[in-house]
């Protein structure tokens, strides 16, 4: 288990990283670009940790998701698994229409996933 000082230091780095390469949240427009976010594990959103505060003065956030990040996560648990995620990423788009996500937060095991309404 990773410590606090650790988790810090990830998401400190993590911001530094979307600053020197201009990297901001996902847009995602319809359940196509959801289905491509989650066939593709790995290009899923960019960890832009504190980076997250800068976005949230152009945008209006709609929330902030607790989040599995393992692959391991049930349903119960605190942390929205996979497929928790995914319908609920379907609920706001049908909702807002297109929106942006990132991760702000990550730890070993879940993450903190803000999203924002994008502009129409």
């Avoid at 959801?34 to 505060?53: K, L, S, T, V």
Wanted: glycine share 10%; proline share 3%; net charge negative.
């Amino acid at each position: 288990m990773w410590g606090l000082d650790t988790l810090r230091q990830i998401n400190l780095e993590a911001a530094r990283k979307a600053r020197a390469t201009r990297t901001g949240p996902r847009l995602i427009r319809s359940v196509q670009d959801i289905d491509d976010i989650f066939e593709h594990r790995g290009a899923g959103f960019p960890h832009i940790g504190n980076e997250c505060e800068k976005f949230d003065k152009k945008h209006a956030r709609i929330d902030t998701l607790f989040v599995d990040i393992s692959g391991f996560g049930a349903p119960g648990e605190p942390a929205l698994t996979i497929n928790q995620l995914r319908r609920q990423l379907i609920e706001f788009v049908g909702e807002h229409g297109g929106i942006y996500a990132a991760l702000e937060e990550q730890g070993q095991f879940q993450g903190h996933l803000a999203v924002w309404k994008a502009e129409d």
